[in-house]
């Protein structure tokens, strides 16, 4: 166990300490030379991907791979995968996103980009002039890059997964001699900034202008911006090195390299260094210009990350950071704080020697400051040995404390036990405390899985007590797509393996192999998916059609079935579609009432058609009839109908006889319509002799009553009302001099009277019979005739009625005296 000092590594840089943590070593094999190489790094101790360097001549060794490829390592120099690159066009652009993504940009603008480290991409074109210009160089930030065209062109990519590649303002003419980016988080406009070095000054341009900063220092060779944008190094050509704030109206700092050599990288090392590096030897360069330097035996690669940078070599892996405040109030020599103090007390504790309770006396006051400062610092470190001395000493120091929360110390242990599993160098992701408490425990399960280590992903997932089924469902779809094994036998063991998982997607595991062209494979796997709604979609790209409706439909989604209906239909011809439809009675109920709901009459005649209902196929003519304006479109509609239900006559007899009618009628009415001055369509047979009568065309009435057996009770009816209508009183007085009448003649008085002729009206009350004892009398003094009423009075010797009236014709006037005279002798007064 490595026990060496903490402080050993140590390099003081103006007021601060950095240190120099060796992660890994023999990382490379020696025939690797990594100066031939261009090295990209993921962030957050991610993997690091090398390509060939087309600008390098490299001797040809016999027996190597000529053919050009993109190869993935972790950190500890184990191989990962190797990436058989097929385009033919130069490589411009090899970075990653924050999210582990492998970027690849080529010459002439074609974007793959690797979803994980097993070879799986999706790749677009940056278009915008890229493939006419070519692409001169790119750089990245977290979820997006900035491509530079040799004509200048600055073309951005947002997001990877929605990429919609747009150009940023134009910028001057003239060879760019260096350029970086300001990420969209560190930036007022939240959108991606590009500083470009160009004659003596630099550039910032964004999506809508190009704003000059008038420095007159450059060109400048190497510029880079600091990990919360704050800051930026600008490197000029004759080797001074520049550091100013983000907005270019600040200058903090300036160092002479006195190297005539240009370095190979300018990073920043945090927010307080920046880092210049040749091809073996790093210089640290602090505020104030403060510098400490750092050689290698061999070529380096410097990858920067949030909390400092590594440096690659093929012998070494190292972390170069600023020393934490806890870190270095616990270890600096001469220190005298409560946590360097308690550290002690935990030694003497271990040496038996009674200066360990002196130790905590000493700092009793402080005793809950040293516990929190020794567990912070027990997380910045990479040696377990002093990781142990730290949590020890925290341990006795919270012995000692009458009420101390142990959850940060619990909570430091379990995460130490994870950052220690996941640095060993079977894994290589040398995390730092920042970097994972910054990644998140999805982000970090997510890496283990692109590394294919599930073992180890469950055990950390169940220790983090989070869910396991994303763990799950990315190892069966590694399986069927890497999986040797026969589909009977590749099915068996997922299904088996899965067997009683909560929240297990079968979807994408079975997508994963229809992709890898196993499509009785993802059909089986498929019906182990409890979800219609994520089958559905993807046997529907198998072309799994008739699954996929029965699917649907066994779902009781009716939206569901729906959508399928819809796919079918843009698929599919129409002889096939009602084929697997009319098959189906839940689908044929849907599409028809679709069909309905839509009016589209069209799909409903088809359907129809196809499954021979011919009375449901008559309706949807019948329908359409109804809704014609004009009566000749009508009956041809009609007289369509009546085509289809005239194959089976006598099961149709009745509905028949009803179309012949209705033909009958709207021919009728389109006549009427043709030679009479009003329109008729639209109107029922009652209705249409309603309207004659009224009009004055009796004649055309009575032959449609002919015509149509309309029984003499309803012609009445008919007539009466339109002759009330049409006020034609000499008709109705012609029409009382008839003997008897189908409908008595008590309507003919109702209907006379309520149109205001109470003359006419009296003149039908003698004619109705049949009434009940003084409605007579009721119906003349509704007309206004007392006198006639009165006799009625008299005839029924109704003496209440008779002075009733008496009183309301008044005594004195002729029609009192009239009434009077006719109770003489019959009534007592």
């Known amino acids: 166990m490595d026990t060496t000092h903490p402080t050993g590594g140590w390099e003081q840089l103006g007021d601060s300490f950095y240190r120099k943590v060796p992660l890994y070593t023999a990382v490379f094999d020696q025939s690797l030379d990594l100066d031939s190489y261009v090295v990209a790094g993921a962030p957050y101790a991610g993997a ?43 490589i411009r652009g090899l970075g990653w996103s924050d ?114 900063r008038f420095l007159d220092v450059g060109p400048f060779s190497h510029i880079s911006v600091s990990p919360n944008g704050k800051f930026v190094g600008l490197y000029t050509e004759t080797g001074v090195l520049h550091v100013v704030t983000s907005d270019f109206q600040n200058r903090l700092s300036e160092h002479q390299s006195k190297s005539k050599i240009p370095p190979k990288y300018l990073q920043w090392c945090g927010n307080d260094a920046v880092i210049v590096a040749w091809e073996d030897e790093v210089h640290l360069i602090g505020p104030g210009g403060s510098i400490a330097k750092f050689f290698y035996d061999s070529r380096i690669h410097v990858i920067q990350d949030i ?79 002093w990781q142990k001395q730290l949590l020890k000493a925290a341990s006795f120091g919270k012995s000692v404390l009458d009420i101390y929360n142990s959850d940060d ?62 763990i799950y ?25 899965l067997a009683g998982k909560p929240g297990i997607s079968f979807e994408e595991i079975a997508r994963a192999a229809y992709d890898e062209g196993r499509g009785w494979l993802a059909t089986e796997l498929l019906n182990h ?13 198998m072309e799994q059609d008739e699954l996929a409706l029965d699917k649907a439909i066994e779902s009781g989604d009716t939206d569901l079935t729906y959508f399928v209906i819809e796919q079918l239909r843009r698929k599919l011809l129409l002889a096939p579609f009602f084929q697997t439809v009319n098959s189906r009675p839940v689908a044929t109920a849907l599409v028809e009432a679709a069909a309905i709901r839509d009016g589209d009459n069209t799909l409903l005649k088809d359907m129809y058609y196809q499954d021979d209902r011919r009375t449901s196929g008559a309706s949807v003519f019948i329908r359409e009839a109804l809704r014609q304006p004009d009566s000749r479109t009508a009956s041809d509609k009609l007289v369509l109908a009546a085509k289809l239900l005239s194959e089976n006559p006598k099961e149709s007899a009745f509905e028949l006889s009803a179309l012949k009618e209705a033909t009958t009628l709207l021919r009728m009415q389109e006549a009427f319509d043709r030679d009479l001055t009003d329109s008729f369509s639209g109107l029922s ?97 509704k007309c206004g005739l007392k006198v006639k009423a009165a ?8 003496a209440e009625a008779w002075t009733r009236l008496l009183e309301s014709a008044g005594r004195g006037t002729v029609e009192g005296k009239e009434i009077e005279q006719l109770g003489q002798g019959i009534f007592k007064r």
Not at 529 to 541: S, T, W
Not at 791 to 798: G, L, N, P, S, T
């Open 48 to 90: 690091v991907a090398l390509c060939r360097d087309e600008t390098k001549i490299v001797a040809y060794r016999g027996g190597s791979a000529t053919k050009p490829s993109i190869e993935i390592y972790s950190s500890a120099g184990k191989p990962i995968r190797t990436i058989r690159w097929d385009k033919l066009s130069e």
């Open 99 to 212: 999210d582990e993504k492998l970027l690849v940009v080529t010459k002439d603008g074609t974007v793959r980009c690797y979803v994980d480290l097993q070879g799986e991409f999706s790749q677009f074109s940056l278009g915008n002039g890229a493939e006419e210009y070519g692409v001169e160089s790119c750089r990245f930030h977290g979820y997006g890059f900035v491509a530079l065209l040799t004509n200048n062109t600055l073309v951005s990519v947002s997001s990877y997964d929605e990429p919609r590649p747009s150009v940023l303002a134009s910028c001057p003419e003239g060879p760019v001699h260096s350029w970086t980016l300001v990420p969209p988080n560190h930036t007022l406009s939240r959108s991606v900034e590009a500083l470009v070095s160009i004659h003596q000054t630099i550039y910032v341009v964004d999506a809508l202008e190009c704003e000059d």
């Open 307 to 385: 909390d400092g940078v590594r440096v690659l070599t093929n012998n070494v892996c190292e972390f170069l950071q600023k020393v934490p405040d806890v870190t270095e109030d616990v270890f600096r020599f001469g220190a005298e704080s409560p946590a360097s103090i308690l550290l002690d007390a935990v030694q003497q504790l271990e040496m038996q020697s009674p200066k360990a309770d002196d130790d905590i006396q000493l700092i009793r006051s402080n005793l809950t400051e040293a516990v929190d400062t020794c567990v912070n610092a027990s997380g910045q470190e990479y040696n377990v040995y």
């Open 409 to 470: 110390f619990v909570d430091m242990c379990e995460t130490l036990r994870i950052l220690n599993a996941v640095r060993f160098y079977e894994i290589g992701l040398p995390l730092s405390y920042d970097q994972y408490q910054r990644l998140g425990p999805d982000s970090f399960i997510s890496r283990l899985l692109s590394r294919h280590e599930y073992l180890l992903a469950l055990r950390i997932a169940d220790y983090l007590h989070l869910p396991t089924d994303k």
């Open 473 to 497: 469902v990315h190892w069966a779809s590694a399986k069927v797509r890497q999986g040797s094994e026969p589909d009977e036998t590749l099915c068996q063991i997922v299904v088996d393996r």
């Open 529 to 541: 998916e409890p979800r219609a709604g994520r089958q559905v979609p993807l046997l529907l790209n």
């Open 685 to 781: 047979v009652n209705e249409t002799m309603f309207k004659l009568i009224r009009l004055g065309y009796h004649g055309r009435a009575k032959k449609l009553q002919s015509e149509f057996h309309v029984p003499d009770r309803v012609a009445w009816w008919i007539r009466l009302r339109a002759l009330v209508a049409k006020r034609d009183w000499n008709e109705i007085e012609e029409i009382a001099k008839a003997k008897r009448s189908p409908i008595g003649w008590e309507p003919f008085f109702n209907l006379v009277l309520q149109a205001g002729n109470s003359r006419v009206a009296a003149i039908f009350v003698p004619k109705s019979t049949g009434l009940e004892p003084g409605a007579a009398m009721t119906m003349y003094e």
């Open 791 to 798: 006799q009625e009075a008299v005839k029924h010797r109704d």
